[in-house]
């Protein structure tokens, strides 16, 4: 059912007041973007510092991982020597039981051996430590910089917060009058405005003939193409830019509405 009203309410306007009321809508749209870019470039900034502090905080969960699992391999080592110096003992005793030279030689040579993993595990150790206190100094100095961007963050979002609350309701009632306004217009058309819109750098998609020269291109419009845009009978785009030209006398009614 509404669906077919608002096609009834469609097919009652005439090409005329089509184009009145899609240059209506260029209007409350230029005015939602003209709001919008009092935000500026805050909401991408919001985002990058949320993607940047959350980057932060993976790495210090990283670097964090990286101190324990070496914490872990330093009490391996650890223990390794008191095995190694358990051993040597144990060799060093049994060479006082031993019945020949053979033997004897053969158990240096095992106390030896573990006097070498030992040298090897201090060795280790000293790096593991040099490496966790690296891992550690890193971590603070990544949690210095991760409270410097929260506090950033929190400025920016209050800042951003304050513009929207500011601009709320009068986005909120634009809003409003943009729907209305797109609800008389038929799909085809309405359509092509928005592709336009998205084309376009300053979202101009339909613009008044000004000077003998279209508003949103500034190319020069031909005078029977002028006239045929001033009596409104079909909609007339711009050769040069695509964009959907209307008489400028549009745009002096609308100007002293908006006075």
Not at 75 to 96: G, P, V
């Amino acid at each position: 059912m509404a669906t077919k009203s608002k096609t009834t309410a469609q097919e009652d306007l005439s090409t005329e007041e089509k184009i009145s009321v899609l240059y209506g809508l260029q209007q409350i749209d230029s005015k939602m973007d003209s709001i919008n870019h009092i935000k500026g470039e805050l909401p991408f900034e919001v985002q990058d510092l949320e993607d940047i502090i959350s980057g932060l905080e993976t790495r210090i969960t990283g670097y964090t991982a990286q101190a324990d699992e070496l914490t872990k391999e330093v009490k391996a080592k650890k223990e390794e020597i008191e095995q190694a110096k358990a051993l040597i003992k144990k060799y060093e005793a049994q060479q006082d039981d031993v019945r020949n030279n053979r033997e004897f030689d053969s158990l240096s040579k095992e106390i030896e051996y573990q006097k070498l993993e030992i040298e090897l595990a201090e060795k280790r150790i000293k790096e593991f430590n040099a490496e966790i206190k690296t891992r550690k100094k890193q971590i603070e100095d990544t949690k210095e910089l991760l409270e410097d961007r929260k506090i950033d963050l929190e400025a920016k979002r209050a800042e951003l917060a304050g513009i929207e609350a500011d601009t709320a309701k009068e986005l909120a009632d634009l809003q409003v009058q943009a729907e209305n306004a797109r609800a008389k217009i038929d799909e085809r058309l309405l359509s092509a405005y928005d592709r336009i819109r998205k084309n376009v750098r300053n979202g101009l998609a339909v613009v008044t003939v000004k000077r003998d020269a279209c508003g949103g291109c500034f190319n020069r419009i031909p005078p029977q193409r002028q006239l045929d845009i001033r009596m409104s009978k079909k909609v007339i785009v711009c050769e040069y830019c695509g964009r959907i030209l209307v008489s400028d006398l549009l745009g002096d009614d609308a100007d002293g509405g908006n006075e």
